[in-house]
């Protein structure tokens, strides 16, 4: 019985996420993490120059 509730639940919670992210998507609203801009961006390995030996 309980798993049967649950399942409801989680039913009910799929479902207002999805109308949710309907309901943002005319309004031009982004979900996650802003992209990073590539001034902001950190130098990786493959763009550092080497370090010169001393």
Do not use: C
């Not at 207002?16 to 130098?43: C, D, F, I, L, Q």
């Amino acid at each position: 019985m309980l798993a049967g509730v649950l399942e409801f639940q989680r039913d009910l919670i799929s479902e207002n996420t999805k109308e949710g992210v309907a309901a943002t998507e005319p309004r031009a609203r982004h979900w996650g993490a802003r992209p990073r801009s590539a001034r902001t961006r950190r130098p990786t390995s493959s763009t550092r120059t080497p370090r010169t030996p001393r």
